[in-house]
């Protein structure tokens, strides 16, 4: 089965800094690629996400690019802010429905004031 | 109406309990999720419906029974539970073919 590494598993940095989370896959088979921010005590929830067919994606201060070659694809967050604050989760999926979701272990992102 | 919901919150039981958890959308998806959540781990996928049929079972124990009753509810049975079994039930939805899963509050169960 699919296998997601996620790293780092903590990360602090400073308001206005970039933060940056990098996922490895294994299964080739892979093509769909979702980030989940989950704030302490909420649900799971999707910022971006990315299909195979595409190598990078952009939402206002939120980035996702693909290497489909490498099995990797990062997630990179601009001018943070203290709300930005939470634990991600990359995943990935080898279907275009996004069934079959494996996670990665989880960042903890802070961002200090 | 763009929420899952899900009941209870929170759930006590006793190892020899019979509850179930409740969830519910109505976002007129027809690809509905259960996953188990530990404490400062990723959600793991238990169980996927699709059109209200069951599609995917990861290999969950037989005290975990889910239910799809219409394409808007989801139940997973609880029967005979183990304390290892405690974590956060996640309950999350789609529309078929499509990739975003809406996730629930989540259940959090107790089991003594």
């Known amino acids: 089965g699919e296998n997601v590494e996620q790293h780092p598993s903590t990360l602090s940095v400073q308001e206005g800094d970039s933060a940056v989370i990098k996922c490895t896959y294994s299964?080739?088979?892979?093509?769909?690629f979702p980030w989940y921010k989950q704030e302490l005590g909420k649900r799971p929830q999707l910022i971006i996400d990315?299909?195979?067919?595409?190598g990078e994606k952009k939402d206002q201060r939120i980035a996702v690019t693909l290497n489909k070659t490498a099995k990797h694809f990062s997630l990179h967050i601009t001018e943070t802010q203290p709300e930005d604050s939470a634990v991600y989760f990359c995943?990935?999926?080898?279907?275009?429905?996004?069934?079959?979701?494996?996670f990665g272990g989880g960042t903890r992102l802070m961002v200090k004031p | 109406d763009t929420e899952v919901t899900q009941t209870p919150k929170h759930l006590v039981m006793g190892m020899t309990n019979k509850k179930s958890l409740k969830c519910e959308q109505h976002m007129g998806h027809r690809a509905m999720y259960w996953y188990k959540q530990k404490a400062k781990k990723p959600p793991e996928l238990m169980f996927v419906?699709?059109?209200?049929?069951?599609?995917i079972n990861e290999s969950v124990p037989s005290r975990f029974s889910p239910e799809c009753p219409n394409s808007s509810l989801l139940n997973l049975h609880l029967h005979a539970l183990q304390p290892e079994d405690s974590a956060l039930y996640l309950c999350a939805s789609s529309r078929a073919g499509r990739g975003e899963q809406f996730f629930g509050p989540g259940t959090r169960l107790t089991v003594l």
């Open positions: 990315i299909r195979s067919n595409v």
């Open positions: 995943a990935a999926s080898p279907d275009n429905a996004g069934n079959m979701l494996t």
């Open positions: 419906y699709s059109y209200e049929k069951l599609s």
């Open positions: 299964d080739s088979a892979s093509n769909y």
